[in-house]
């Protein structure tokens, strides 16, 4: 009996002793509430996570009573059920015109959440767009979190966005944030009506993206995808001289200048504590296509369209490629690459 009553006092000692440590590391977040905020119907918002969800059926599943909407779609239009009544008889969508709703989402977790939804065409077909997002400030950063995959789930690691600082450009959703310069470690509720953070612990170094850079003007913004021991990260490392980053590999997912994105190429850096990394990417621009040339020899054709690519062969796509604006020059090889001839200027132009 003394030995049980002994065990039984030393496994109360361990959870004493054990329960404070747990309550402290508990301690550590911060919780925010979030709120629902508009997002503009017509907007420059984007990132490179957005993807509207097909519509047709009839039933649009989002996270609502009963699991689905009731809908009914032709090709002119399309109505839903946006009060639950079993009847899709509100016009969300007629032609090109596009009517927005407000539609009540509920969790597991037993919370009730109102988001507002449009229809829209998405070329021949109907899509979903989501048209509200949750916000809130983040040690003074705002942080609005927007559902880009459009099932009506919020902060879905690496599927959803964060559009961060008022920045028009998301970047996917990810464990570790850069807000406002600080390193944070974030989480979220089932429907997303809090944000939990903190201080990012684990090991940092440094990075300054732009030293190697050899473009006029610094894109607004520089998307990597991290292996770090955080897992899988998404962050933006746009600033001026050196961004602290956990440390790890990363890859270039996406940047942005006014109307081109970048992507893709040899665009990676790893980040250690003892060194700022630095990756080489930028002008000089080049263009790599193959040409066919028909049997009269008098016409040439680009197969694919040209790709513009990077001193780390880095992607560079936007506007500038439209019709009548993407000229370049064309230098004729052989097969090993021995020029043939003068270069020729080009420009794109429909077949």
Not at 74 to 88: H, P, R, S, Y
Not at 238 to 262: E, F, N
Not at 268 to 277: G, L, Y
């Amino acid at each position: 009996m003394k030995r049980q009553i002994l065990l039984l006092a030393l496994l109360l000692g361990i959870v004493a002793f054990a329960t404070p440590i747990l309550q402290a590391e508990d301690t550590d977040w911060k919780v925010v509430k979030t709120k629902v905020e508009l997002l503009p119907e017509k907007s420059d918002m984007s990132s490179p996570m957005f993807r509207p969800a097909a519509v047709g059926g009839d039933k649009l599943t989002l996270p609502v009573e009963g699991g689905s909407m009731t809908i009914v779609v032709t090709t002119q239009k399309v109505m839903v059920d946006n009060t639950g009544n079993g009847k899709a008889d509100f016009l969300a969508a007629q032609g090109d015109r596009s009517t927005p709703f407000q539609v009540t989402l509920v969790y597991s977790n037993g919370e009730k959440v109102k988001h507002t939804y449009a229809i829209i065409k998405n070329g021949s077909n109907w899509a979903l767009k989501r048209m509200s997002a949750l916000s809130a400030s983040l040690e003074g950063t705002k942080m609005l979190m927007v559902d880009e995959n459009n099932n009506g789930q919020f902060c879905e690691e690496g599927i959803d966005a964060f559009f961060v600082g008022g920045s028009i450009w998301g970047i996917p959703t990810s464990s570790v944030v850069n807000a406002g310069g600080k390193l944070l470690e974030v989480k979220f509720n089932e429907s997303g009506t809090e944000m939990s953070y903190k201080p990012y612990s684990g090991k940092t170094g440094k990075v300054d993206i732009f030293k190697e850079w050899t473009g006029k003007a610094n894109p607004k913004v520089a998307i990597f995808k991290g292996t770090t021991e955080a897992g899988t990260i998404f962050i933006d490392v746009a600033g001026k001289g050196d961004v602290a980053v956990p440390t790890g590999s990363y890859a270039l997912l996406a940047a942005y200048l006014p109307d081109v994105t970048i992507s893709g190429g040899n665009t990676t850096f790893q980040a250690s504590e003892e060194n700022v990394a630095t990756m080489k990417w930028g002008v000089k621009l080049s263009v790599s296509a193959t040409i066919s040339v028909d049997p009269s020899g008098k016409k040439w054709t680009l197969s694919p369209v040209p790709m513009v690519r990077g001193v780390s062969g880095e992607s560079y796509a936007g506007a500038f490629m439209e019709e009548g604006k993407f000229a370049f020059k064309v230098v004729m090889a052989t097969a090993n690459g021995a020029p043939i001839g003068r270069e020729q200027p080009w420009s794109m132009c429909a077949s």
